[in-house]
């Protein structure tokens, strides 16, 4: 019978045969395992900022503990409510309308007969990706501004009103979802892509035998084998449930949409940088970090009940 502590032998020395043999792979490990542990764990020291009432010129281990304080605080601010609502209501859009898009537009790739044609599409949708969030606000701005933007002179072409798209608290979210689709989108693609191209072709030509249609190889076939990857991504997507897109939503934003636009990652910017509440700032995080951490638990759960899989 094999007892904890042969098995943890024999796993010790399975991991240093295997060291021994792959030793330049385990090597070339080294510098990821050093950037995490720099950048990502050593950081996760200044937690402890969130528990004292921090001062800057005191340092960390100086200033005082004040326990739950900022916690309390955060979770009692009407401000940060209105912060919190608007983070879910902008992820819940993007992840309806924003998420299927790219299984869709991937499937759609796959059908195409014309390589020539296929390639072209995939690199003009790829592109956005590349353009900074600062460009691609400069972008829309022109595009839907009300001083001849092309979109509102359309809108006035055909009889209507110019619309204020960036001052309108009613239409901004729109705004948000619809640029991050169009930047994001093509990017999002590759990954569905790289999973049709893992599909057994013999699948399609038995289902032709059998005298199924595109629409049920779809069905019956393409969907069933990107599940495991449309699974991953979704339990994924669901850690950035309270990241609701702060780079995009900061460049884009105004004082003037604030009520419906502040999430979390501008609300931290604005409390941490500009009121120089710094502990307060990083209750926030704390915050953020353990719903999304929670959410992930979730999801994996949830996709093991219902589907028989998850990321572990």
Same mark, same amino acid.
């Given at each position: 019978m094999l007892t904890p502590n042969n098995a943890k032998k024999s796993y010790v020395q399975r991991l240093w045969i295997d060291i021994r043999k792959d030793w330049d792979l385990y090597l070339a490990l080294i510098p990821g395992i050093a950037f995490l542990l720099i950048f990502k764990y050593t950081?996760?020291? @200044?937690?402890?900022i969130a528990f004292k009432d921090f001062n800057i010129f005191e340092g960390m281990a100086a200033s005082p503990w004040v326990g739950w304080k900022h916690f309390e605080k955060l979770l009692s601010?009407?401000?940060?409510?209105q912060v919190f609502q608007n983070t879910l209501a902008i992820s819940i859009y993007k992840i309806v309308f924003l998420f299927p898009l790219p299984i869709v537009i991937a499937i759609l790739l796959n059908e195409l007969k014309n390589m020539a044609f296929k390639r072209s599409v995939q690199t003009v949708i790829y592109l956005?990706?590349?353009l900074s969030w600062v460009i691609v606000?400069?972008?829309?701005?022109?595009l839907l501004s009300t001083n001849?933007?092309?979109?509102?002179?359309m809108i006035v072409a055909m009889g209507g009103e110019p619309v204020r798209f960036f001052l309108d608290s009613h239409i901004f979210r729109s705004v948000l979802v619809s640029s991050a689709g169009w930047k994001e989108t093509g990017w999002n693609t590759i990954i569905y892509l790289a999973a049709l191209a893992g599909i057994d072709p013999g699948l399609y030509e038995s289902a032709k035998i059998d005298g199924a249609n595109?629409?049920?190889q779809i069905l019956h076939i393409t969907l069933p084998g990107l599940l495991p990857i449309i699974l991953l991504m979704f339990i994924l997507r669901l850690g950035y449930v309270l990241e609701a897109g702060t780079e995009q939503v900061l460049v884009m934003y105004n004082p003037?949409?604030?009520?419906?636009?502040?999430?979390? @990652?501008?609300y931290v910017y604005r409390v941490g940088l500009g009121e120089q509440d710094y502990s307060f700032s990083t209750a926030v995080g704390v915050f953020e970090s353990v719903v999304a951490f929670i959410l992930i638990l979730t999801g994996n759960q949830m996709a093991r009940k219902f589907f028989?899989?998850?990321i572990w």
């Open positions: 950081p996760m020291y @200044g937690i402890i601010s009407d401000s940060f409510l956005p990706h590349f606000s400069g972008l829309f701005i022109d001849g933007g092309i979109v509102n002179k595109r629409w049920k003037s949409v604030y009520n419906v636009a502040d999430v979390i @990652g501008t028989g899989r998850g």
